[in-house]
């Protein structure tokens, strides 16, 4: 097959979608998922019409998206804004293809991106954002996944550490505000805790709990992000913070440390402390410590390097910080921060606006330029 071919056709048949009222986004992903199946396809059975056959494609793809699409978010609205305790019902369909999705046959990388397309409903965009990789590398990534599993039955589920991965992405995504999924993430991870003993997705049901009880006071009147430090915590749900800690004790005490515990712990300790002033960052750097170790992840030294300038002083946070790459989002946010603690107002200013023009998010971006603003008044006056 010809796929200079399909290069040719990609922009005519996006456009022709969009104008038959497709946002831009959409229209890409059933494009893409159209040219899939296109290459699976046409080696045996060459339309005599490619164009009007991608067309035909893409636009069942389009559909299929936003009925999908429809069928998530009448789930989501069947579930309060904060989720009951206790175990989840007996049956879940969703979770169940959650772990259909984490077929045998793909990549631990590849399944949960899948996942998150398919079932989790994120766009490739926001996708890639939580990889912290390239929209198109993470678009490559989810049409390799497509053609795996193309042919073969989806029968055989994947284990459970996959679908905590999903679980966990979907609700960053969720508690980020960009589509409201947080709710539904804790619903499903409930349900998977009451069938699974796993002291993990205890820990990660446990994460889920202590972040979402901070959510009323994460964001002000006027829409604006709240830093943690700043919040009202009188506006934090005592009950989940209360109900979190219960199931994060029972899974530390069976001596199995994982990823999602050590989270949960550094949220513990945010929610005990009854002032930011009151925050236990000692302990919190070696929770860090912790996560570190278990995962080498650099966004957990990213939040190490917070840490260890509210333990040891901002000059120890920007020690550590300058060992990791000055690439990864939210390095500038982070330096700027820690160089205003130390005083230097000048640097700080322009580092928050740097931060602002790469922000992941419109709320996130508002918040850094309100803060250079802030200082560059400081300066002026």
Same mark, same amino acid.
């Given at each position: 097959?010809?796929?200079?071919?399909?290069?040719?056709?990609?922009?005519a048949?996006?456009a022709?979608?969009?104008r038959?009222g497709a946002?831009?986004?959409?229209?890409?992903?059933?494009?893409?998922?159209?040219?899939?199946?296109?290459v699976?396809?046409?080696?045996?059975d060459?339309?005599?019409?490619p164009?009007g056959w991608?067309?035909?494609?893409a636009w069942?793809?389009?559909?299929? /998206?936003v009925? &999908?699409?429809?069928s998530? !978010? $009448?789930?989501?609205? @069947?579930? =309060?804004? +904060?989720?009951?305790? #206790?175990?989840?019902e007996?049956?879940?369909?969703?979770l169940?293809?959650?772990f259909?999705?984490?077929?045998?046959?793909?990549?631990?990388?590849?399944?949960?991106?899948?996942?998150?397309?398919?079932?989790?409903?994120?766009?490739t965009?926001?996708?890639?954002?939580?990889?912290?990789?390239?929209e198109a590398t993470?678009?490559?990534r989810?049409s390799?996944?497509?053609r795996?599993?193309?042919?073969?039955?989806?029968n055989r589920?994947?284990?459970?550490?996959?679908?905590l991965?999903?679980?966990?992405?979907?609700f960053?995504?969720g508690?980020?505000g960009?589509?409201?999924l /947080?709710a539904? &993430?804790?619903r499903?991870t !409930? $349900?998977?805790?009451a @069938?699974? =003993?796993? +002291?993990?997705?205890? #820990?990660?049901?446990?994460?889920m709990?202590?972040?979402?009880?901070?959510r009323?006071?994460?964001?002000?009147?006027?829409?604006?992000?709240?830093?943690?430090a700043?919040?009202?915590?009188?506006l934090?749900?005592?009950?989940?913070i209360?109900?979190?800690?219960?199931?994060?004790q029972?899974?530390?005490?069976?001596?199995?440390?994982?990823?999602?515990q050590a989270?949960?712990?550094?949220?513990?300790l945010?929610a005990?402390?009854?002032?930011?002033?009151?925050?236990?960052?000692?302990?919190i750097?070696?929770?860090?410590?912790?996560?570190?170790?278990?995962?080498?992840?650099?966004?957990?030294?990213l939040?190490?390097?917070?840490?260890?300038?509210?333990?040891?002083?901002p000059?120890a946070?920007l020690t550590?910080?300058?060992?990791?790459d000055?690439s990864l989002?939210r390095?500038?946010?982070?330096a700027?921060?820690?160089h205003?603690?130390?005083?230097?107002?000048v640097t700080?200013?322009?580092?928050y606006?740097?931060?602002?023009?790469?922000?992941p998010?419109?709320?996130?971006?508002?918040?850094?330029?309100?803060?250079?603003?802030?200082?560059?008044?400081?300066?002026?006056?």
């Amino acid at each position: 097959m010809d796929e200079s071919l399909l290069r040719t056709l990609t922009p005519a048949v996006l456009a022709v979608l969009v104008r038959r009222g497709a946002d831009f986004a959409a229209a890409e992903d059933a494009v893409q998922d159209a040219l899939v199946e296109a290459v699976r396809v046409w080696p045996a059975d060459m339309p005599r019409d490619p164009k009007g056959w991608l067309v035909t494609a893409a636009w069942r793809k389009f559909l299929d /998206a936003v009925r &999908a699409d429809t069928s998530r !978010r $009448h789930r989501e609205v @069947r579930v =309060d804004r +904060e989720p009951a305790p #206790g175990p989840g019902e007996a049956a879940d369909d969703t979770l169940q293809l959650y772990f259909l999705c984490a077929h045998p046959a793909l990549t631990p990388a590849s399944a949960v991106a899948l996942t998150l397309r398919a079932v989790g409903g994120l766009t490739t965009r926001q996708i890639a954002q939580a990889y912290l990789v390239p929209e198109a590398t993470m678009a490559q990534r989810i049409s390799r996944a497509k053609r795996t599993v193309s042919d073969v039955r989806l029968n055989r589920p994947g284990d459970v550490a996959t679908v905590l991965r999903v679980l966990y992405l979907v609700f960053n995504e969720g508690y980020s505000g960009d589509v409201d999924l /947080a709710a539904e &993430a804790i619903r499903l991870t !409930r $349900h998977l805790a009451a @069938r699974t =003993d796993h +002291e993990e997705v205890a #820990g990660l049901l446990a994460l889920m709990l202590l972040h979402h009880a901070r959510r009323p006071a994460r964001t002000g009147a006027d829409g604006g992000l709240v830093p943690l430090a700043e919040q009202d915590r009188g506006l934090w749900n005592t009950r989940l913070i209360a109900e979190g800690v219960d199931i994060l004790q029972a899974a530390l005490a069976r001596d199995r440390l994982g990823e999602f515990q050590a989270q949960a712990a550094v949220a513990a300790l945010h929610a005990d402390a009854r002032s930011a002033d009151e925050t236990d960052w000692v302990q919190i750097v070696e929770w860090y410590d912790e996560l570190v170790r278990l995962t080498g992840n650099p966004v957990a030294r990213l939040n190490r390097a917070v840490a260890v300038g509210e333990a040891d002083g901002p000059r120890a946070g920007l020690t550590a910080l300058a060992q990791l790459d000055p690439s990864l989002p939210r390095h500038t946010a982070v330096a700027a921060y820690l160089h205003e603690r130390d005083g230097d107002l000048v640097t700080a200013a322009r580092l928050y606006a740097e931060a602002a023009r790469s922000a992941p998010s419109l709320p996130e971006r508002d918040h850094l330029t309100r803060q250079a603003a802030r200082l560059n008044a400081e300066l002026r006056g």
